[in-house]
C-alpha cells in the first residue's frame, strides 16, 4: 500500500493546484452516480442511427453497477486513502461507499468501451473522458491507484458484455444484422 500512496502523493505534491482543483472537480461530477453515462446512454437511445449503441451502454452500465457497487464493494469493504492516513484535506465531499474498486472508473469505462467497439469516432473522445475521470479520482485522493486500476479492468469487462448483450438483443429480438 506504500507504493499507492507514493503515487498519490505525488499527483498531490507536483499537480495540485487552484485551476486543476476546478477542472478536476467538475470532471470527477461527471461521473457522480453516473449521471453523464447515464445521459449519454439515454441520448444514444433516442437517435436511431445510434440506437444500438445506447442498448449497449446501457446495458453496460448496468452491468457496472450489478458487479462493481453492489457486489464487489461490499464483498471487499476497503477503506478509503483520505481515511488511513492524517491531515489529508480534500477538497470534494467525503465520498460514503467503500472504496475498491473505483466506481468513477468502472462506469465510465463501461459507458466508453462500447461505444469505441461500435463506432471509434464517438468511443474515442468517450474513452479519453473515462481516462480523465479515473484519473481525477487520484488527483482528488479519494481512491488507490489499484482502485482505479480494478474499477477501470470491471468497466471494460461490463462495456464488452454490454456490447455483445446488444448485439444479441438486436440479432435475436429486434432485427437482423445485414453482414
Given at each position: 500500500m506504500?507504493?499507492?500512496?507514493?503515487?498519490?502523493?505525488?499527483?498531490r505534491?507536483?499537480?495540485?493546484?487552484?485551476?486543476?482543483?476546478y477542472?478536476?472537480?467538475?470532471?470527477?461530477?461527471?461521473g457522480n452516480?453516473?449521471?453523464?453515462?447515464?445521459?449519454t446512454?439515454?441520448?444514444?437511445?433516442?437517435?436511431?442511427?445510434?440506437?444500438?449503441?445506447?442498448?449497449?451502454?446501457a446495458?453496460?452500465?448496468?452491468?457496472?453497477?450489478?458487479i462493481?457497487?453492489?457486489t464487489?464493494?461490499?464483498?471487499v469493504a476497503?477503506v478509503?486513502?483520505?481515511d488511513?492516513r492524517?491531515?489529508?484535506?480534500?477538497?470534494?465531499?467525503?465520498?460514503?461507499?467503500?472504496?475498491?474498486?473505483?466506481?468513477h472508473?468502472?462506469?465510465?469505462?463501461?459507458g466508453?468501451?462500447?461505444m469505441?467497439m461500435?463506432?471509434?469516432?464517438?468511443?474515442?473522445p468517450?474513452l479519453?473522458?473515462?481516462?480523465?475521470?479515473a484519473f481525477?479520482r487520484?488527483?482528488?485522493?479519494v481512491h488507490?491507484?489499484?482502485?482505479?486500476l480494478?474499477?477501470?479492468?470491471?468497466g471494460?469487462?461490463?462495456g464488452?458484455?454490454?456490447?455483445?448483450?446488444?448485439?444479441?438483443?438486436?440479432?435475436?429480438?429486434?432485427?437482423?444484422?445485414?453482414?
Amino acid at each position: 500500500m506504500d507504493f499507492e500512496y507514493v503515487i498519490l502523493d505525488f499527483i498531490r505534491e507536483n499537480l495540485s493546484c487552484g485551476f486543476l482543483d476546478y477542472i478536476m472537480k467538475g470532471i470527477s461530477y461527471l461521473g457522480n452516480a453516473g449521471i453523464f453515462w447515464i445521459i449519454t446512454a439515454v441520448t444514444l437511445l433516442i437517435i436511431p442511427k445510434t440506437r444500438k449503441i445506447g442498448l449497449a451502454v446501457a446495458f453496460a452500465l448496468i452491468f457496472s453497477l450489478l458487479i462493481c457497487n453492489i457486489t464487489i464493494k461490499p464483498l471487499v469493504a476497503r477503506v478509503r486513502p483520505y481515511d488511513l492516513r492524517e491531515g489529508i484535506e480534500l477538497i470534494v465531499s467525503r465520498p460514503t461507499d467503500f472504496s475498491f474498486p473505483s466506481g468513477h472508473s468502472s462506469i465510465s469505462f463501461a459507458g466508453a468501451i462500447p461505444m469505441l467497439m461500435y463506432n471509434k469516432k464517438i468511443g474515442i473522445p468517450a474513452l479519453i473522458l473515462a481516462v480523465i475521470i479515473a484519473f481525477s479520482r487520484l488527483y482528488l485522493y479519494v481512491h488507490f491507484p489499484t482502485d482505479v486500476l480494478c474499477g477501470m479492468i470491471v468497466g471494460s469487462i461490463c462495456g464488452v458484455m454490454g456490447y455483445f448483450a446488444s448485439k444479441f438483443i438486436y440479432k435475436r429480438f429486434i432485427k437482423k444484422e445485414v453482414a
